[in-house]
């Protein structure tokens, strides 16, 4: 999705909350109301400290060699990061406008991961799809039949990909996030039956740009695919707000933009959803507009946040453990069917 609302740098909003939580912890740790104890408590033990030391996955980012591409992939690698969920970028100024124009579209993605693999060595799984925002835009242009026409060609060669296992998913794939016409809705909604239905005879992942609605979004979306066909396990709500409940997203597995304050709400939430889910950024890598959305290190540096959150709440570590085993490895191996090691 797209949205450019970021004040403070991610690194500035990151480095000052880090500052404010260890002054937290040092008036905590060595003032002691009883004044005869004020001497002892400065030689108390250090705060518990854990860190996660298996995979960290952003479940879904968007790289554009004309941006920082590679070196963003970089970036994300030595904050922590060991594997991405790569999606396809659309060009809005120059959408593809037939079965060719995706095919070429689509290498350039699917090249862009190769190099990676190579250059930076991080894991790669690619999501293809047409983006529902293009569909809009492109019915406004040449008409919603014939947008609708190249939009479900494009479905299919995207699925094609993941038949011949280069792509590990379609998407983003959805509905406009914004007000349209009703008429233009219910037809972005029966498109998305027929896109689901698609990826449902594939057996393929998706992942589903959507609105922002409270808990109607996804209780919609989840009929939708229940029409389809397609298994609840494999249809992924992404940039999904950080509440975990099952009431909330329909037990539709999410992927959640880990923006200021997320992981406070995911540790609130988490025992509330049996649903998976993982962490992005939906970064854009867009040169024109450098730090919209999430950067590339925030989904290590929010699992480290995570971390310290959660020990220092004085949970226990091996839940932790195994809760990032889950997000970062098994589920990810059973929605894409892809390891992510
Ligand atoms: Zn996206």
Redesign the pocket.
């Known amino acids: 999705?797209?949205r450019y609302n970021h004040t403070l740098s991610e690194w500035e909003g990151t480095r000052i909350r880090n500052e404010l939580q260890k002054d937290r912890r040092v008036s905590n740790s060595h003032i002691s109301r009883d004044p005869r104890r004020r001497r002892s408590a400065r030689v108390i033990s250090p705060a518990r400290e854990w860190s996660w030391q298996g995979p960290i996955v952003d479940h879904?980012?968007?790289l554009d060699k004309s941006g920082q591409g590679i070196e963003a992939a970089k970036a994300f690698k030595a904050s922590g990061g060991t594997s991405i969920l790569l999606?396809h970028?659309p060009k809005f100024s120059s959408l593809p406008i037939d079965g060719e124009g995706y095919r070429a579209a689509y290498s350039s993605t699917l090249e862009m991961a190769d190099h990676i693999r190579k250059k930076v060595d991080i894991g790669v799984g690619v999501i293809l799809g047409p983006?529902p925002v293009a569909w809009d835009h492109q019915a406004d242009e040449i008409g919603v039949q014939a947008a609708s026409e190249i939009h479900l060609e494009a479905v299919s060669i995207a699925l094609d990909h993941v038949n011949e296992r280069d792509a590990v998913g379609l998407?983003?794939v959805g509905r406009p996030h914004y007000a349209v016409s009703e008429e233009r809705w219910e037809y972005a909604n029966d498109l998305l039956i027929d896109v689901l239905k698609m990826a449902n005879e594939d057996d393929s992942a998706v992942?589903l740009?959507v609105e922002e609605n409270g808990e109607e979004t996804c209780r919609t979306i989840d009929a939708i695919r229940s029409k389809s066909g397609l298994d609840r396990k494999k249809t992924v709500r992404?940039?999904a707000p950080p509440n975990l409940s099952d009431t909330f997203r329909s037990k539709l597995p999410c992927t959640v933009s880990v923006g200021r304050g997320s992981i406070t709400q995911i540790i609130e939430s988490w025992n509330e959803g049996a649903a998976y889910w993982g962490m992005?950024t939906?970064y854009?890598d867009d040169p024109r507009r450098p730090g919209a959305v999430l950067g590339p290190r925030t989904v290590p540096r929010r699992t480290k946040e995570l971390c310290d959150e959660w020990i220092g709440s004085g949970k226990k570590e091996q839940t932790l453990d195994e809760l990032l085993h889950r997000v970062n490895r098994d589920w990810i191996e059973s929605i894409y069917d892809w390891s992510p090691d």
């Open positions: 999705m797209w879904h980012i968007h999606v970028k983006h998407g983003e992942q740009h992404h940039y992005e939906d854009l």
